[in-house]
């Protein structure tokens, strides 16, 4: 009798640890959510592949690498505020490039895409991806380079914030 209920508690033990599991990546969601055709008819079909596709777009192509005036980078997908003018500098890569982010406003994958593990950025949001992060950054600050699509991204000028 005594063998059955430790085994009893034990399956409940095993099932509640399972159950606990899933509550954690339930809450590990984003608060945007949205189905594939609803993204497919808010965003464009560019933004489409790269934010949620996570394509990447050509190098030079962003018209965003060439801003130096104070303001906000917002995510394309849904607003959520991710990068400062201040943050942002020189890579020479062709794409937006930032030392750090905005505090919490990312979440952090991981893809095996070019057949070795690089850091994906996601909006911590909506979870659409951004780019990746890399460690060749500015080492006079953080040495992180966050190496962004300028399509996942939207410039709101300090003045109309
Ligand atoms: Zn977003």
Redesign the pocket.
Known sequence: MKKISILILAVLFISCKSEAQQKEKNTKEFK?QKTENEWKAELTDKEYRILRKAETERPFSSPLNDIEEPGVFV?A??G?QLYETKHKFKSGTGWPSFDRAIENSLALSSDRKLGYERSELL?G??G?HLGHVFDDGPKETTGKRHCINGVALEFIPKEKL
């Open positions: 945007v995510c997908a849904c959520n909006c949001d909506c659409s």
